[in-house]
């Protein structure tokens, strides 16, 4: 036999390999992805108005707002205006990882879905020869629960927070006889939190489907399987200015440009925790042993990108259309790292830096809306962004790093106005992932994310107004292996509100 001392000697080699894989990309079991630019796929944008409108403000005028999503829509403002915004919001990330038994593996999968939880005495003993021990009990499976409920979820984990996010202003200027429009904004991504666990994370996995077969064994040779505890988390804030210029070419044409620096600094963690190791023998024949080999990466990402975004509108009687485009940029990412890995002869950590890149393609989007009474708006607006196309250039380049997928966007709101100083708003966002559920029969689509806005706007005063937004997202998918199915949920809650104050 192959025996597990020679498994052992190989083990903290491997280990520490893994650890250099670790600071750029973990390559074994997906949804155990890398630090590298997690959570920064998709962040929130301004303002109040326009979230309450589902984001469809591509082809929308006359609002301080615009300068996020168009900024050719600033360029009918009426007068100065100051803006200023904070939110409060609440996460929820929960998983319930379903092993099922199958012909290759009968037993193993109770003791991944924590039916059966083996013995430290029974270390090395084969499973066949384990099952006639009558301490060998296990637990009944609850059945018939949502599996994407609390009740079924193996760990569940979340977060609130609170505070001021935005501050913007705008002025109405001439420019050679025409009127001109610069706006400049300041905007806190706070509480940005990615967080990602998976607790039965396996190298080789058992899924016989996305990670191909395991390399079977003859004779006496056995295969041995690391199953380890993973954690990943990043916490931080991200902060951006921004700035437009918005020009009213004619009475129907209006044209805009924009520029936006984004920075900030992130706390990241991301630990493998060993909960033992199986020996599999040929089929249907396994043994489990505990073994402790814990490896932890803290440290710090420091982001940086510079984004230029043009776009026009063309207004008609009742229609108006909206077009701009993001320019190609680069977001950088300059990480340092101490990674430690218990227990171990070496009792000093290891330190580690480097510079990532994400070159991002240009991204479109299309809008239209339509009043057909004077007391209606409604907008939609489709965005793509080819996240395909984008290159990572890594310090560590991994031949394994995943790819995003590319992201479709639909965005839909309506405005209703019943009286003068007082708006019902209302809005839709489907918004695609930049990651393909393992087992999905779409290699190319990302799963999405649905999210469903409410708002009104007040006027306060003659020259005040206040915007409020309560939005739901929920994102729900699963991967699929020949071993086991992963259940995912993540919803976030948000209330909103901005105070905009215009001078004539």
Not at 449 to 475: K, Q
Request: hydrophobic share 40%; aromatic share 14%.
């Amino acid at each position: 036999m192959q025996t597990i001392v020679r498994y052992h000697c190989l083990r903290y080699a491997g280990i520490l390999l893994a650890t250099l894989l670790l600071t750029t990309n973990l390559s074994a079991q997906h949804r155990g992805d890398d630090l590298a630019f997690q959570g920064l796929a998709h962040l929130s944008t301004g303002s109040v108005k326009a979230l309450a409108m589902g984001g469809a403000f591509t082809s929308i005028s006359g609002d301080i707002g615009s300068m996020f999503w168009n900024p050719a829509g600033l360029a009918t403002l009426g007068g100065a205006q100051l803006a200023v915004s904070a939110n409060s919001f609440s996460r929820l990330w929960r998983e319930n990882q379903a092993y099922r038994p199958n012909r290759f593996f009968v037993t193993l999968p109770f003791y991944l879905e924590g039916l059966y939880v083996p013995d430290p005495a029974n270390n090395g003993v084969w499973d066949y020869d384990l099952a006639q021990d009558t301490s060998y009990i296990v637990v009944y499976p609850d059945l018939g629960l949502d599996p994407f409920s609390e009740e079924a979820a193996d760990w569940q984990k979340d977060t609130t927070n609170f505070g001021l996010n935005s501050f913007a202003a705008a002025v109405p200027l001439k420019f050679l006889d025409r009127p001109v429009v610069l706006a400049l904004a300041y905007r806190r991504e706070f509480g940005l939190l990615d967080f990602d666990r998976n607790d039965t994370y396996l190298d080789p996995h058992l899924g016989y489907r996305e990670y191909d077969f395991i390399e079977r064994v003859s004779g006496i040779d056995t295969v041995e399987v690391s199953w380890y505890r993973f954690l990943r988390q990043r916490s931080g804030d991200l902060h951006t200015i921004n700035g437009a210029l918005a020009l009213e070419l004619s009475k129907r044409v209006k044209v805009g440009i924009g520029l936006g620096m984004l920075f900030g600094k992130t706390d990241d963690l991301q630990s493998l925790n060993k909960v033992g190791y199986f020996n599999l023998y040929r089929e249907n024949r396994f043994s489990f042993s505990y073994d402790t080999l814990d490896t932890e990466i803290t440290g710090t990402s420091t982001f940086q990108a510079v984004e230029l975004r043009t776009g026009c509108i063309v207004n008609f009687t009742n229609v108006s259309l909206g077009f701009s485009v993001t320019a190609p940029h680069t977001l950088t990412r300059t990480w340092s790292y101490e990674t430690s890995i218990l227990p171990t002869e070496q009792t000093s950590p290891t330190s580690d830096s480097g510079t990532d890149k994400l070159i991002l393609p240009a991204a479109y989007a299309l809008g239209i809306s339509f009043s057909p009474a004077e007391d209606f708006i409604f907008a939609l607006d489709l965005e793509r962004l080819p996240y395909s196309q984008a290159r990572f250039e890594l310090t560590g380049q991994d031949s394994t790093v995943y790819l995003w997928a590319d992201s479709r966007i639909i965005r839909f709101g309506v405005e209703y106005k019943p009286t003068d100083f007082f708006s019902l708003l209302a809005g839709y966002q489907y918004v695609p992932e930049v990651f393909v559920p393992d087992g999905a029969a779409f290699k190319d689509q990302g799963t999405a994310a649905n999210r469903y806005i409410l708002g009104a706007s007040i006027r306060v005063g003659r020259l005040g107004r206040l915007d409020i937004a309560y939005d739901l997202r929920e994102l729900k998918y699963y991967d699929s292996y020949y071993s086991n199915t992963n259940y995912t949920l993540e919803t976030a809650n948000r209330l909103t509100v901005e105070y905009i104050y215009g001078f004539k």
